[in-house]
């Protein structure tokens, strides 16, 4: 919950809060009236207990005021996050209490070995940072910069004041990086963030930050500059620090890869409090050497607003994707099917794929496979199984990424920890709410920056399989939501009843009305050769005839649609039991995914492979 959201809950409690806070008080008319925030008895400090200005205070004597949460943080003397949860806590209210809990493998990060010297004045960073980059003394003591003899040292902490990152940067030239590896990526400036700040600025570098402190603005900054992606891996550890605040202004560079990173932090940080300062020039100390006012940046926050509509867009922003339309080949956005024969069907951001197929024709297998192969290329995936629960779906996953039927159990842990980094499930493993879905999709792509969502399957929804409104109506809002946040979603779905173990079926048997395909960029259709198995099963059989049952593919993914791409390809594939990977031709090696040691797995049947590892 944000500050705004536990202030308008007390503000409905006004004469109880204002009791509690101030119990020496006394009502008068519709205020409730003592001496100061100290409780005494009085008059100067007045709080609305009704109407519009329910819990606003007023202290007359001092100028203060604000609203109950600023009162119980000021009476307390807490900070504005300790305020938040005793606030809560006293409403009954659990602000964690919608919020999913994630269960995963967590990466252990390093903390910095070396603490930051202060910069003295009159030092090389000392110069640099006033005299070059204009930043005042009392700047360099709040934000604690250090120094080496030829770097400026920027210490970033938590707000609790643990040290938990530096970065360095070159006096001379613009190199700069972190002081060692494997810290946990942070934000810079905690440390000189207010207690009762109700909003800050986020800047693309760590002098930005503290050049919009010289301007009274609350400011931090994101440890790997502009740009998409991986450098926005800080968001998931800063994700509840951020919090507290109700408004968030974006200050980022004003070139692309600013413009980049401040589309992808609103998205993650949320549309709703976050706003866009449009500077003068391109990053904040630029503005402070170029002599902006305290007066001329303070109408600048007073003007920032939310990030355009993502409908509206110029033409100019669309260059990359049309150069890429032209050249499919070279620059296809998303990633590939796991079988490096199909080179003409992606799965790509903003779109919704639909995979079909008949019960137990391994359409759920075909899809950890895809997963798989995601993961390994960098996607980060959110997987819900409602037909399985976590650790059998999981199960599955490991005996594909270790190409082993039983793997060692130290392999195991191994592959887990691997997955860990790039895989969250939605647990639940029975009929699951739409609407409770997509809110747990939203917090895992703004917390962990998702960009890869399965649901399997439709079937397991809170959804009538006759209510064919309210199926058109999910899937709608699937599209919405792979389209506004950019992320790519596969949703399993079952084909109707009929012959399908003979014949691949086609997108117009896909179970449910036909607006679930019509709304769907891609159709794909999973098909099980059970011909094949039966003519194997057949005794008597002569190795020659073997052979050439084997020819014949075990499955078939038929892509059915593909409203983005130039084809619509029909990919053969080959089950190899062991891995329960789908192969692209027969006898190929399945591709191990996660290295292994002999100890790891001592008795590993596939020991003698070559397979690509990523």
Not at 188 to 208: L, N, S
């Amino acid at each position: 919950m944000r500050p705004a959201e536990i202030a308008q809950l007390l503000a409905r409690n006004a004469d109880a809060v204002a009791k509690h806070l101030l119990p020496n008080g006394k009502r008068e008319g519709h205020e409730w009236r003592c001496g100061s925030v100290s409780g005494e008895a009085g008059k100067s400090l007045g709080v609305r207990l009704h109407g519009d200005k329910a819990g606003i205070w007023s202290d007359f004597s001092t100028g203060e005021s604000g609203d109950l949460l600023d009162l119980w943080r000021e009476v307390k003397f807490l900070s504005m996050p300790e305020a938040m949860a005793e606030a809560a806590s006293w409403l009954g209210v659990n602000p964690e209490g919608k919020k999913p809990q994630f269960a995963r493998q967590q990466k252990v990060y390093k903390k910095p070995t070396t603490k930051p010297v202060d910069a003295l004045p009159g030092s090389q960073a000392w110069k640099y940072l006033t005299q070059e980059r204009k930043l005042s003394e009392a700047t360099l003591k709040a934000f604690r910069v250090g120094q080496t003899p030829k770097s400026v040292l920027f210490p970033c902490y938590n707000p609790t004041g643990e040290l938990v990152m530096t970065k360095w940067r070159h006096i001379a030239g613009k190199k700069f990086g972190v002081t060692e590896a494997d810290m946990r990526p942070a934000l810079f400036g905690w440390q000189a963030i207010p207690p009762d700040a109700r909003f800050v600025a986020i800047t693309e570098g760590e002098i930005d930050a503290m050049s919009l402190f010289e301007y009274q603005i609350p400011a931090l900054s994101v440890p790997f500059g502009g740009g998409s992606g991986a450098k926005h891996d800080w968001i998931e550890h800063e994700f509840d620090n951020l919090e507290r605040f109700d408004v968030i202004y974006i200050a980022m560079d004003t070139d692309d890869v600013g413009r980049q990173a401040a589309a992808e932090i609103i998205d993650r940080l949320g549309r709703h409090r976050c706003r866009v300062i449009e500077l003068p020039h391109k990053d904040g100390n630029d503005c402070l050497q170029a002599g902006l006012s305290l007066a001329q940046m303070q109408e600048l926050l007073s003007k920032a607003k939310t990030l355009d509509p993502s409908e509206l867009r110029n033409a100019a922003e669309y260059v990359d994707g049309v150069i890429a339309a032209f050249n499919p080949n070279q620059a296809e956005i998303g990633f590939a099917t796991p079988w490096s024969k199909c080179t003409t069907l992606y799965f790509r951001p903003g779109e919704l794929t639909i995979l079909a197929g008949v019960n137990g024709h391994g359409k759920s297998e075909g899809v950890g496979h895809i997963t798989l192969h995601a993961i390994a290329h960098g996607i980060r995936a959110c997987v819900a199984s409602m037909e399985f629960k976590p650790q059998r779906w999981l199960q599955r996953l490991v005996r594909q990424a270790s190409c082993v039927d039983k793997p060692a159990d130290a392999y195991v842990a191994k592959i887990m920890q691997w997955l860990g980094y790039g895989l969250w499930v939605f647990d639940v493993s029975t009929t699951a709410k739409c609407q409770r879905m997509l809110e747990v999709f939203a917090y895992a792509r703004q917390r962990y920056g998702i960009n890869l969502f399965i649901i399997d399957n439709l079937s397991k929804l809170d959804i009538d399989p006759d209510d064919y409104n309210k199926q058109r109506d999910f899937v709608d809002k699937l599209t919405d939501f792979a389209k506004d946040h950019d992320v790519h979603i596969i949703l399993v779905a079952h084909l109707r009843k009929g012959n399908n173990d003979e014949q691949p079926g086609g997108k117009f048997d896909v179970l449910g009305g036909g607006a679930i395909t019509n709304l769907a960029d891609t159709v794909l259709i999973w098909w099980r050769n059970r011909k094949k198995e039966e003519k194997l099963k057949q005794p008597n059989l002569d190795d020659i005839e073997v052979a050439q049952i084997q020819k014949e593919p075990d499955a078939l993914c038929l892509c059915e649609k593909q409203r983005n791409g130039e084809d619509e390809p029909r990919i053969a594939l080959w089950f190899h039991k062991a891995s329960h990977q789908f192969l692209s031709a027969p006898g190929v090696a399945p591709r191990k995914y996660v290295h292994y040691s002999t100890a790891e797995q001592p008795n590993n049947d596939l020991a003698g492979i070559d397979a690509e590892v990523f």
